[in-house]
Each structure stands twice: as structure tokens, then as C-alpha cells.
């Protein structure tokens, strides 16, 4: 059964700096990774989208990665800003074409 | 356009009242989903429309009751809820059940008294 795991739970940095965000699964065999952003209280903003068959996929200062034969995805971001204070999750599809989620990273961006 | 738009943005209401959650999209897709999401927890599927017709449900009590009227709408018609339903209740739509990307709605804030 596929499990996702996100660590770590909270991450704080400064304003400037660049960070990763880890996504794990149990699973190899993924069909895709997708990645969310959620402001609190608010709906999901979908990400990046990363195909099984692409190693990286961009968007802006957001760049996603993904290495199936050790199970991890990684979400980079440039120059963080204040905006970008949010929980971040990742989710791939089982063979039911339901997601499976990561309990989230929550990200502060301190000014 | 790549929106799901969601009403109403919160909602209270009694256990004994009846209310309805309404999802709309225009992007031409052909799946659509409900999600609850508890605070500081990842979003629960609780059910899939393929098609107009319901293809999954996550074995949600009787209480919450889906309704596609259509290919843009999904309402999710509510009735004796109890207060532990109290949630943002999430809706989304992806081009089909396939692995497709699913962009969600700004969610619906429910409590319930």
C-alpha cells in the first residue's frame, strides 16, 4: 500500500533564502506526483504536475524533481518571499486514480 | 481558465437543518470530486462523479448525499449533520479518473451546531 510521507512537519527560513521541501513514497511504481499549496483556510492551489517519466518539472522560482527508484520528490524554491508562507503537500494516484497524500509541510517565510 | 469556484465560502448550520454545498467548473472536465479536510490534516476523498454518474464513495454516512446535475456542477446536499462534520469540505475536478491533474475549489468552511 503506498504511503507518502513529508518531512519536515514546519520549516521557518528568512526571506531570500532558497529551500527544498522532501516528498517520499513507499511505491515506485507512480504514474505521477503532484504538488499543492494551501494558504490556511483556504482551497488547494495545484503546483507542478511531474510525469514518471520526467525528472524535473518547472514553474517561476518553483522547480520540482522527482527520482522514483528511491522514492522521492523534491519541491526547490528560489528566493523565498513572505507570499510563499503556506502548507505544502504532495500527492501521487494509486491504481484507483485516488490520490495519496503527505501530511504536508507547513512553510514560514520570516521577513 | 483553471477555476473551481465553490459556494458558499462558510456555512453554518443546526443538525437538524438541510443545507447544499455547490461546486462549478467550466474547464470541460469530466470527473469531479468531494473532499472533507479536518484542520492540519490532508484532504479525505469522499466521492468521484465520472461522467455524471457516481463512480466512488468512500463509504460516507447517508447524511451527506452527492448530486451531478450536470458536467460543470456537483452539489453535495447535507441533512442531520453532527457536529464532528464540521470541516472544509473541498471540491475538485480533473479532465477524467485518469491520472490527470485535479485542481481543486477554495473549499467550503462547515460547521456544524
Known amino acids: 500500500k503506498q504511503e507518502v510521507t513529508q518531512i519536515p512537519a514546519a520549516l521557518s527560513v528568512p526571506e531570500g533564502e532558497n529551500l527544498v521541501l522532501n516528498c517520499s513514497f513507499t511505491d515506485s511504481a507512480i504514474y505521477n506526483l503532484q504538488w499543492f499549496r494551501q494558504d490556511p483556510g483556504k482551497g488547494l492551489t495545484s503546483l507542478l504536475l511531474?510525469?514518471?517519466s520526467q525528472r524535473e518539472q518547472t514553474s517561476g522560482r518553483l522547480n520540482a524533481s522527482l527520482d522514483k527508484s528511491s522514492g522521492r520528490s523534491t519541491l526547490y524554491i528560489a528566493a523565498s518571499q513572505p507570499g510563499d508562507s503556506a502548507t505544502y503537500l504532495c500527492a501521487v494516484p494509486d491504481s484507483n486514480y485516488q490520490l495519496i497524500w503527505g501530511a504536508g509541510t507547513k512553510l514560514i517565510i520570516k521577513p | 481558465d483553471t477555476e473551481v469556484t465553490q459556494t458558499p465560502k462558510h456555512l453554518v448550520m443546526g443538525m437538524t437543518n438541510k443545507k447544499s454545498l455547490k461546486c462549478e467548473q467550466h474547464?470541460?472536465?469530466?470527473?469531479m470530486y468531494w473532499y472533507k479536510q479536518k484542520a492540519k490534516k490532508p484532504p479525505e476523498l469522499m466521492f468521484v462523479y465520472s461522467y455524471e454518474k457516481l463512480s466512488i464513495n468512500e463509504s460516507v454516512p447517508s447524511r451527506f448525499s452527492p448530486e451531478c446535475p450536470n458536467s460543470s456542477l456537483l452539489n453535495l446536499h447535507l441533512h442531520a449533520l453532527q457536529p464532528e462534520d464540521s470541516a472544509l469540505y473541498l471540491c475538485?475536478?480533473?479532465?477524467?479518473?485518469?491520472?490527470?491533474?485535479?485542481?481543486f475549489g477554495p473549499g467550503t468552511r462547515l460547521t456544524v451546531t
Open positions: 475538485a475536478s480533473s479532465l477524467g479518473t485518469g491520472f490527470y491533474e485535479q485542481y
Open positions: 511531474i510525469q514518471s
Open positions: 474547464m470541460g472536465h469530466r470527473a
